[in-house]
């Protein structure tokens, strides 16, 4: 059975960081893509960077990009999204998520390309 279980959510003052964890146990193939999603309330979903652990290749929506950096360790199977210079608008659950086995990432963000999602964890960003 996979699990996704993200860690890392807190609260920050505008311009501050944090890191944001996704240990992934139970997946058989090593090559799929893993993506961080988010969402506000009242908003629908989005996507906010993949990674392709087949190629190391990464996409990220254009509001984070030169902000935040999605890698993955391989080793202790865990993917991270460093978040750096945090927006009031960054505030929303964080969700971690992985395709099916040998999916390629896309800059498409859609939900649908990934059958498996963590629980989530919150990330609050005051002004």
């Known amino acids: 059975q996979v699990q996704l279980v993200e860690s890392g959510g807190g609260s920050v003052q505008a311009g501050g960081s944090l890191r944001l964890s996704c240990v992934e146990s139970?997946?058989?193939?090593?090559?799929?893509?893993m993506g961080w999603f988010r969402q506000a309330p009242g908003k629908e979903r989005e996507g906010v960077a993949n990674?392709?652990?087949?190629?190391?290749?990464?996409f990220y929506a254009d509001s984070v990009k030169g902000r935040f950096i999605i890698s993955r360790d391989n080793a202790r199977k865990t993917l991270y999204l460093q978040m750096n210079d945090l927006k009031p608008e960054d505030t929303a659950m964080y969700y971690c998520?992985?395709?099916?086995?040998?999916?390629?990432?896309?800059?498409?963000?859609?939900?649908?390309?990934?059958?498996?999602w963590g629980q989530g964890t919150q990330v609050t960003v005051s002004s």
């Open positions: 990674f392709d652990t087949a190629g190391g290749s990464t």
């Open positions: 998520a992985v395709s099916g086995p040998g999916a390629y990432c896309s800059p498409r963000f859609a939900p649908y390309e990934y059958s498996y």
């Open positions: 139970g997946y058989g193939s090593s090559s799929k893509c």
